[in-house]
């Protein structure tokens, strides 16, 4: 049986790459984009999005075809629409892996990895939010 | 020689061919070739699920022969088993098969 982890998925990272698969990631949009690579096992993520009134109003990714990347990606776009930059500036790689079951720890890399596209993305705002502490 | 097996096609693979012929003739050092990597796909994945009689010989001799034991990683999240594997056993694709057998490149790849 699937139980819903969160508002956003429902755990299986088998349902989350799938819809990431169905998904089209061609499209150019948003005011924000922000890339991450990992040299080592030849992996990037893209992270477009579309930032209104300090809100995440949309959000999309391109990443390379890892089904743990995809699956990460696809949940972290689920996670940002409709969230204001400070609370999208507080995901972090930990809240991504703990809502995907099944994932063998040498694969968590992939969910920091797409952590470092979205903070790429909101770096201004990251800055901005240190400048004014 | 060095040979990498891909276990692919599901039905009688790795029950006959590898629990009944490779694995006893690696047991025995008389299998005639190096062994140095094994990949496996779908169904053939149970295999390498901690609990697994033959997976667990397989281990045994892998850590023996230092012969790398890999799961393609769709098929075990399908099947979710990714997390239940064997300590030892990793999950890839294609470009981690390849990285890992790089630096103890096999001469023949064998599909069965």
């Known amino acids: 049986m699937t139980t819903a982890c969160c508002d956003h998925c429902d755990g299986s990272l088998q349902n989350l790459f799938e819809a ?4 089209s990631h061609g499209r150019e949009f948003g005011n924000r984009s922000g890339r991450a690579a990992d040299q080592t096992n030849r992996l990037q993520v893209v992270i477009r999005l579309e930032v209104m009134d300090n809100v995440v109003a949309e959000a999309d990714y391109k990443a390379t075809t ?11 776009a689920r ?23 099944g994932v063998p720890p040498t694969r968590h890399s992939r969910a920091a990895l797409a952590i ?7 770096a201004d705002e990251e800055a901005k939010g240190s400048n004014s502490k | 020689m060095k040979v990498a097996y891909i276990f692919s096609t599901a039905g009688h693979t790795v029950s006959y061919k590898l629990g009944r012929m490779i694995l006893p003739q690696l047991e025995e050092d008389r299998h005639g070739a190096e062994v140095v990597g094994m990949f496996f796909f779908e169904d053939n994945t149970y295999l390498m699920r901690k609990g697994d009689p033959i997976g667990e010989r397989l281990v045994k001799v892998a850590q023996e022969k230092n012969i790398l034991l890999m799961c393609c ?29 790089g ?10």
């Open chain 1, 20 to 23: 990431a698969l169905r998904r």
């Open chain 2, 103 to 112: 630096a103890n490149p096999p001469d023949q790849v064998i599909t069965l």
């Open chain 1, 79 to 101: 996670m940002l629409r409709g969230r204001p930059i400070a609370e999208a500036l507080g995901i972090r790689a930990v809240d991504l892996i703990q809502r995907v079951r």
């Open chain 1, 116 to 122: 470092a596209a979205l903070r790429a993305a909101l």
């Open chain 2, 73 to 101: 990683d769709q098929c075990c999240y399908e099947r979710e088993i990714a997390d239940k594997l064997f300590d030892g056993v990793s999950i890839g694709c294609f470009p981690d098969l390849y990285q890992a057998l």
């Open chain 1, 66 to 76: 890892c089904a743990t990347l995809l699956a990460y990606c696809e949940l972290l």
